[in-house]
């Protein structure tokens, strides 16, 4: 019988032959990841509640990275009682090594076909890598770390194909603005989305992640794509396992909710205006927009390809002047590479400043919060009105070539014109 | 038995719980739910009172006071053409019932009625009329009956033990 990509994960999690859309049927996870900050501080004290402990340390994950460095005397309390927690539990822990859904791939803990929850709304992350993997609440994480269970509606599937090919200067954060704008940010529908066709192909992982991850921005419940051979030959450079995956894919018969096709070849870098990723539009419309603040950081915009690719920008220019561009790299490990490759002294050159490898701004954590009257251009996911600071602050997205691009103008710029 | 509250579409979290209340705890949270689309709503509200809304609920943020505060007000239900996904998952796990209703026409403003989740009906008492609803599938109707998913598994492990 055909079934699509998410069906079949759910119904090995389940432990079922099949299983059919709209049905809730309860799965085992694979893996549960949490943060410091949604994590042990909100789990025990339920954990403690029901009187049991962890179903299983070796698939409990925790990565601190929302209090990272821990340079407010709240956060340095968060990630003391997170690591002592860590100690008690023996959880595998991955302190200070970046964001979460950047540090589990890179882990390599997670593998095509799992089914994984994450206690963080940017879970479906873990999609590029053909695993079901969503967020929760810190009371079904709870459950899930007693149980190791948790219901699941088994969703439809949505499939966006993307044909053609990138040109450059065109990112896979432009192709995720562009959707936002056309589907709108219920568009998911808290279905599986999955992202096929020669342009998804042609991605390499850190770009498949970014369109993973804003699945949540489409209200897609997961963002799926199926592993080929660039998801084998990532696996085998962080030290994983590769396992035979050649059925996890959507069969050609199988039943989809809707197939949306859109033409990469026709796609120019987007910018969103505050404050939806829904506001999409091409960046040449957004010219000219003076802005303060660039920042490249973020799960969605600073692993080591969005690094590379804002470098190629910046390479022997300097910022424009009033202009404060803000590198915060996603994990550790793409910060080295990008160091020995020279890109970290690119951005120091250009007069950046260099943040830790942590959640930071984009979430509005840490000293680096946008004041009031602040225009910035971001390579996060959200610019939700006051999500990155004071309210009257104002947030565009855009793809970290956008974001170094309008760094160097000094107003949102498309990154065509510097290539 | 309560009254029915009729809501349009696309209710969103930041109306059943306003960001800028959210450090103030669930209580005076609550007396905040929902006043963006109907200002005296947490204060006219019984318990027992049931909401009735277009599609869409609960879109939004994953916060869960979003069905934390409608519990907290003693909703005994919320009946939409649709729900967003992680607030249907939120007020599943925190004991609030949350039904699709495929129309909702017939039912006003007003209206005496009661739930049946786990058959799927809404008894409009007084008009005398029955609604069919999507019923709750059971394994979710059960945590809900036995007050949310933490109640739910205390009870589980007491069993086992």
């Keep these: ?419 | 038995m309560g009254r029915i509250f009729l809501l349009g579409d696309d209710i969103d979290t930041d109306q059943l719980a306003p960001g800028q209340y959210m450090r103030g705890g669930i209580e005076a949270l609550s007396a905040h739910c929902l006043e963006a689309v109907r200002s005296d709503f947490a204060r006219d509200v019984r318990p027992g009172d049931i909401l009735v809304a277009g599609k869409n609920f609960g879109a939004g943020s994953s916060r869960e006071q979003a069905a934390e505060a409608l519990r907290f007000l003693g909703l005994s239900a919320v009946i939409a053409r649709s729900f967003a996904g992680i607030f249907y998952r939120n007020a599943v796990n925190l004991g609030l019932p949350v039904l699709v209703a495929p129309s909702v026409d017939g039912i006003d403003e007003g209206d005496e009625a009661d739930v049946d989740p786990r058959a799927g009906l809404l008894r409009l008492t007084v008009k005398r009329r029955e609604l069919a609803l999507e019923p709750m599938p059971e394994n979710l109707a059960r945590i809900i009956a036995d007050g949310g998913l933490v109640a739910h598994l205390k009870k589980r492990f007491a069993e086992a033990r």
């Excluded at chain 1, 699941?152 to 499939?159: G, N, Q, R, Y």
């Excluded at chain 1, 599986?192 to 489409?218: D, V």
């Excluded at chain 1, 120019?268 to 957004?286: E, G, K, T, W």
């Design chain 1, 1 to 419: 019988m055909s079934a699509t990509l998410a069906e079949k994960i759910i119904a090995r999690a389940a432990a079922r032959p099949s299983v059919t859309p709209g049905e809730v049927v309860t799965a085992r996870v694979d893996l549960a990841m949490i943060h410091d900050s949604g994590g042990p501080r909100r789990v025990a004290p339920i954990l403690k509640e029901l009187g049991v402990g962890l179903w299983d340390a070796d698939k409990v994950v925790l990565i601190s990275d929302h209090f990272v460095p821990g340079d407010t005397e709240e956060g340095a309390t968060i990630l003391r009682l997170t690591r002592d927690w860590a100690r008690k539990t023996g959880v595998r822990f991955h302190d200070g090594e970046g964001i979460c859904h950047v540090v589990l791939p890179e882990s390599g803990q997670l593998q095509p076909g799992f089914f994984v929850v994450g206690g963080d709304s940017h879970s479906p992350t873990g999609g590029a890598f053909g695993a079901f993997m969503f967020g929760i609440g810190a009371t079904e994480m709870a459950g899930v770390l007693a149980t190791g269970e948790i219901w699941v509606k088994v969703p439809e599937t949505i499939l966006i194909e993307w044909r053609g090919a990138l040109n450059p200067g065109v990112m896979a954060k432009d192709m995720m603005l562009a959707l936002c704008g056309r589907l709108g940010m219920d568009g998911g529908r808290y279905q599986a989305i999955e992202y096929t066709g020669t342009a998804i192909k042609a991605l390499g992982m850190q770009e498949r992640m970014t369109l993973a991850n804003m699945a949540a921005e489409l209200g897609g419940q997961v963002g799926l794509i199926a592993p080929d051979e660039t998801t084998s030959a990532f696996l085998r450079q962080v030290g994983a396992d590769v396992p035979d995956f050649c059925d996890l894919k959507t069969d050609a018969g199988a039943a989809t909710a809707d197939h949306h096709i859109f033409d990469a070849s026709a796609l120019a870098p987007q910018v969103a205006a505050p404050h939806s990723p829904a506001n999409a539009m091409d960046a040449l419309a957004a010219e000219p927009t003076a802005v303060n603040v660039a920042y490249i950081g973020a799960c969605t915009g600073a692993k080591y390809t969005d690094l590379a690719a804002a470098a190629a920008i910046l390479r022997g220019k300097r910022l424009a002047p009033g202009v404060e561009l803000l590198v915060a790299p996603s994990s550790k490990r793409d910060q080295d590479r990008a160091a020995e490759e020279g890109i970290m002294g690119v951005f120091e050159s250009a007069g950046a400043k260099i943040l830790p490898n942590a959640c930071g701004i984009c979430a509005g954590y840490g000293t680096h919060r946008l004041d009031a009257g602040v225009t910035c251009i971001s390579s996060t996911a959200r610019n939700f009105r006051g999500r990155m600071g004071d309210k009257d602050s104002r947030v565009w997205l855009g793809s970290p070539l956008t974001v170094a691009a309008s760094a160097i103008r000094g107003q949102i710029a498309d990154p065509r014109e510097m290539l």
